[in-house]
């Protein structure tokens, strides 16, 4: 049974720095695609970005580019770093997998982190 563990969520002020972390178990054979989502209250869960593999390219919404960061280290473990944050990159931030080798809506997702952005 496949499980994700973030962590690293927290509240920071607007123009800090916060990196998030997701340990996958339960991997079966075969690749996954890892991802990172986000709900803000009030709104549709939405993507924030996605790598299909280790070492593949990085993909990301328009509202995070040359902010965020993701990397994955490993089949089971990725990160997030958030820089230049802003208030509204305030929101509960999900680690979610696929075992697929290109699509990167997630059949499994973590139990989510806050991470708030106020001063």
């Known amino acids: ?3 994700l563990v973030e962590s690293g969520g927290g509240l920071v002020q607007p123009g800090g720095s916060l ?5 996958a178990s339960g991997f079966t054979t075969g690749n996954y695609v890892m ?13 924030v970005a996605f790598m299909i593999s280790v070492g593949g390219k990085a993909h990301y919404a328009d509202s995070v580019q040359d ?14 770093q958030m820089n230049h944050l802003k208030p509204e990159d305030t929101a509960v931030y999900y680690c979610g997998a696929r075992h697929s080798s290109f699509a990167y809506d997630p059949a499994h997702w973590g139990q989510g982190t806050q991470v708030t952005v106020s001063s």
Do not use: D
């Open 1 to 3: 049974q496949v499980q």
């Open 19 to 23: 990196r998030l972390s997701c340990t």
């Open 35 to 47: 991802s990172w989502y986000r709900q803000a209250p009030g709104k549709e869960r939405e993507l």
């Open 67 to 80: 902010r965020f960061h993701i990397a994955r280290e490993n089949r089971t473990y990725m990160w997030l």
